[in-house]
Nanobody, 114 residues
Framework: QVQLVESGGGLVQPWGSLRLSCAASGIIFSRFIMGWYRQAPGKQRELVASITSGGGTNSADSVKGRFTIFRDNAKNTVYLQMNSLKPEDTAVYYC??????WGWGPGTQVTVSS
C-alpha cells in the first residue's frame, strides 16, 4: 500500500523560502513520475511541478523560476524548493504520482503572509 507523507510547510513572509519533502513507501519509487500539487482555500487542487524518474521536470507557469522540484530515488523522497514565495502560494501542498494519482497524503500547509 502506498504511503505519502509530506513535511516542511510553515508560515513564511513574502519573498521567503521553504523546502518541502515527501517520503514515499510501499512502492518502487524510482519507477514513477512524481508531482507536487497544491490546493488553496476555495480552489481546486492543481499540479505545481512534476519530475520523471530520470529527473526531467515541468512546472506551472505561476511558479516557473521560483520553485524547483527534485528527487532522491535512493531515499524514496521528492522535494520542492520554493523561493520568492508570494501570498498567492498559500495552500496545502501534496505530493503524488503524475498523472495517475494514488490516495492523497495529509499534505503540508504553506502560509505566506507578513
Amino acid at each position: 500500500q502506498v504511503q505519502l507523507v509530506e513535511s516542511g510547510g510553515g508560515l513564511v513572509q513574502p519573498w521567503g523560502s521553504l523546502r518541502l519533502s515527501c517520503a514515499a513507501s510501499g512502492i518502487i519509487f524510482s519507477r514513477f513520475i512524481m508531482g507536487w500539487y497544491r490546493q488553496a482555500p476555495g480552489k481546486q487542487r492543481e499540479l505545481v511541478a512534476s519530475i520523471t524518474s530520470g529527473g526531467g521536470t515541468n512546472s506551472a507557469d505561476s511558479v516557473k523560476g521560483r520553485f524547483t522540484i527534485f528527487r532522491d530515488n535512493a531515499k524514496n523522497t521528492v522535494y520542492l524548493q520554493m523561493n520568492s514565495l508570494k501570498p498567492e502560494d498559500t495552500a496545502v501542498y501534496y505530493c503524488n504520482r503524475f498523472p495517475d494519482i494514488w490516495g492523497w497524503g495529509p499534505g503540508t500547509q504553506v502560509t505566506v503572509s507578513s
